[in-house]
C-alpha cells in the first residue's frame, strides 16, 4: 500500500513529521527517517505499486523537515514520497498514527509485568478500617470475629486466623487495613465479608496487622505509588470480578514489607492520605 499524504512544502508540523516517521516504520520501510543525514534526499514508493496511478507514474511530492535540536523548520532534508492520492490529507496519517500509538502503548502494557500488577492491585478496593468489636469465634479456635468500620453504613463482619498472634485486647478498637472487595465466605457458621492484612516471616511464625497511620480516617481507600496518584485511582473491581480474573492471587505475591517496614508493592508505597502504611516491625515480610 502507498503512503498516501498531501502536505505543502515547508508547511509541515512537528507532529505531521512523526507520524510520517511512524507510519513508514509501522508499514516495514526499509529506510528510518531517523537515518537520513542532513541535505541527503530520498524517494520511497512501492515498487509494485507506482505504475498504478491510473496510467500514470505517482507524483512525487517534497516535504522539507527541521534539523533536530532546533525549533524552527529548516531545509536541512528533502523527501520524495510518491503518493497514489495527492489530495489525502495528512491529518489521515496523524489519525492512524494516534490509533497506533495507542495499540503499541497497550502492547507494552501487555509485556510489561510490573504495569500489569500494577494494574490488578489498582483494581483491589483495600481501605482503612477500625476494629469496632472483637471476639473468639465459637466454632473455630485459630479464629477471632470482628465487626470492622470500613466507612460503610454498618461496620463489615470478617473472620480473621489471629488468635495465635495477636492478643483479643489489641484488637479493640484498632486501626486496620482491609481488603474489602473479596466475595463473602462462610467462615464455620460466620460470614465473612473482607480480610485484615497482615505481614509475617517466612516461616509464618510471626505475624503482625498492617497499620495505617493514627489520622488515617475509616474508609479511606488506600492506593500504591506517590502521594499525587490518590486522584488518579479507577473504580475498584466487583468481588465476581476479583474472584474470576483472580487479582488477588496475582497482586498478593508482590505484596512485601521493605527493609523500613513500609508496606510496598515492588518499588510503590501503599499509602493513605495520612501516610504509608507500616508493619510495626516485620521487615521484608510477605503480606497477605
Given amino acids: 500500500m502507498m503512503v498516501a499524504m498531501a502536505v ?3 508547511t509541515i508540523t512537528t507532529a505531521s513529521y512523526s507520524a510520517i516517521a511512524k507510519v513508514l516504520r509501522g508499514r516495514g520501510r526499509a529506510l528510518l527517517l531517523s537515518s537520513l543525514s542532513p541535505s541527503s534526499s530520498v524517494t520511497i514508493c512501492n515498487n509494485h ?5 491510473n496510467g500514470r507514474l505517482p507524483s512525487p511530492l517534497t516535504l522539507s523537515s527541521f534539523a533536530r535540536g532546533q525549533s524552527q523548520w529548516v531545509p536541512s532534508l528533502s523527501l520524495s514520497f510518491c503518493t497514489a492520492a495527492a489530495d489525502t490529507d495528512a491529518a489521515t496519517v496523524g489519525s492512524n498514527t494516534n490509533k497506533n500509538e495507542e495499540e503499541e502503548e497497550e502492547e507494552k502494557k501487555k509485556k510489561d509485568p510490573e504495569i500489569i500488577i500494577k494494574e490488578a492491585a489498582e483494581m483491589l478496593d483495600i481501605r482503612v478500617g477500625r476494629v469496632v468489636k472483637a471476639w473468639r469465634h465459637g466454632e473455630a479456635d485459630s479464629l ?3 465487626e470492622v468500620d470500613v466507612g460503610e453504613a454498618e461496620p463489615r463482619t470478617i473472620c480473621s486466623g489471629l488468635v495465635n498472634f495477636v492478643p483479643l485486647h489489641l484488637l479493640q478498637d484498632k486501626k486496620v487495613v482491609v481488603l474489602a472487595n473479596l466475595k463473602p465466605r462462610n467462615m464455620r ?3 465473612s465479608c473482607g480480610m485484615l492484612m497482615a505481614a509475617s516471616d517466612a516461616s509464618h511464625e510471626n505475624v503482625e ?12 481507600r488506600i492506593w500504591f505509588g506517590s ?3 490518590k486522584e488518579n485511582q479507577p473504580a475498584a ?18 505484596l512485601k514489607t521493605d ?16 501516610g504509608a502504611v507500616v508493619s510495626t516491625s516485620l521487615k521484608n515480610a510477605n503480606i497477605s
Avoid at 505499486?49 to 496511478?53: D, E, I, K, S, V
Avoid at 495505617?212 to 480516617?217: I, K, M, N, R
Avoid at 527493609?259 to 495520612?274: D, P
Fill in 8 to 10: 505543502p512544502t515547508n
Fill in 49 to 53: 505499486n507506482q505504475n498504478n496511478n
Fill in 144 to 146: 477471632y470475629v470482628e
Fill in 189 to 191: 457458621g460466620v460470614k
Fill in 209 to 220: 496487622l498492617l497499620v495505617p497511620p493514627e489520622d488515617s480516617l475509616p474508609g479511606e
Fill in 227 to 229: 502521594e499525587y496518584e
Fill in 237 to 254: 473491581a466487583t468481588p465476581n470480578q476479583i474472584q474470576k480474573k483472580k487479582i488477588w492471587e496475582l497482586v498478593q505475591p508482590h
Fill in 259 to 274: 527493609a523500613s517496614c513500609t508496606a510496598m508493592l515492588g518499588l510503590h508505597v501503599m499509602r493513605t492520605s495520612a
